[in-house]
T-cell receptor, first 110, second 116 residues
Framework: GQNIDQPTEMTATEGAIVQINCTYQ??????LFWYQQHAGEAPTFLSY????GLEEKGRFSSFLSRSKGYSYLLLKELQMKDSASYLC???????????FGTGTRLQVFP | GAVVSQHPSWVICKSGTSVKIECRSL??????MFWYRQFPKQSLMLMAT?????????EQGVEKDKFLINHASLTLSTLTVTSAHPEDSSFYIC????????????FGPGTRLTVL
């Protein structure tokens, strides 16, 4: 089966740092994606990891450990507009389809 | 990023009617189109995968006769919800596969379907 798990909800304070974890057990792996989704809108691409290590892009960083089936998204200098759902997705190597995790709803408070 | 459009952005229909949703990739060609749906407060669930010029492959539990997918060209795919019922009310999102091999996977803006 395919299992991709994330915490359901997280809260944080404006200006802080938050780490959103994602663990996966899939039959294949060809990269892990992170998306941001605001209510009523489509997901927006944030990052892609296929090799182990940390990818940094501005305030957002994403880490991958393939041996552990683990990734995290790190958000620094949190802003109110970062309140959204964050979706982790694994790409199937045979079909290229993305299998999504349960999603994490992040609320940023002033 | 790549531009993907969907039409309509929202639709309200009566139970029993059919609704067609169009997805266009505006600045690249997509040999494959993924169709997802998302119920409130849930994550995206893949419904089907279509390849240009061939039949779609449906995920387990998705009725192929109810959700008709046509992928007639490299820039257009359509999803028709036939005989819609209130339980089909959802957010439908398309995602074309960029044949340029870019590792970014983009999504259309989504279509909000409400069946009364």
């Amino acid at each position: 089966g395919q299992n991709i798990d994330q915490p359901t909800e997280m809260t944080a304070t404006e200006g802080a740092i938050v780490q959103i974890n994602c663990t996966y057990q899939t039959s294949g792996f060809n990269g892990l994606f992170w998306y941001q989704q605001h209510a009523g809108e489509a997901p927006t691409f944030l990052s892609y990891n296929v090799l182990d290590g940390l990818e940094e892009k501005g305030r957002f960083s994403s880490f991958l450990s393939r041996s552990k089936g683990y990734s995290y998204l790190l958000l620094k200098e949190l802003q109110m507009k970062d309140s959204a759902s964050y979706l982790c997705a694994v790409r199937d190597p045979n079909t290229d389809k993305l299998i999504f995790g349960t999603g994490t709803r992040l609320q940023v408070f002033p | 990023g790549a531009v993907v459009s969907q039409h309509p952005s929202w639709v309200i229909c009566k139970s029993g009617t059919s609704v067609k949703i169009e997805c266009r990739s505006l600045d690249f060609q997509a040999t494959t189109m993924f169709w997802y749906r998302q119920f409130p407060k849930q994550s995206l669930m893949l419904m089907a995968t279509s390849n240009e010029g061939s039949k779609a492959t449906y995920e387990q539990g998705v009725e192929k006769d109810k959700f008709l997918i046509n992928h007639a060209s490299l820039t257009l795919s359509t999803l028709t919800v036939t005989s819609a019922h209130p339980e089909d009310s959802s957010f439908y999102i398309c995602s074309p596969n960029n044949i340029a091999g870019n590792n970014e996977q983009f999504f259309g803006p989504g279509t909000r379907l409400t069946v009364l």
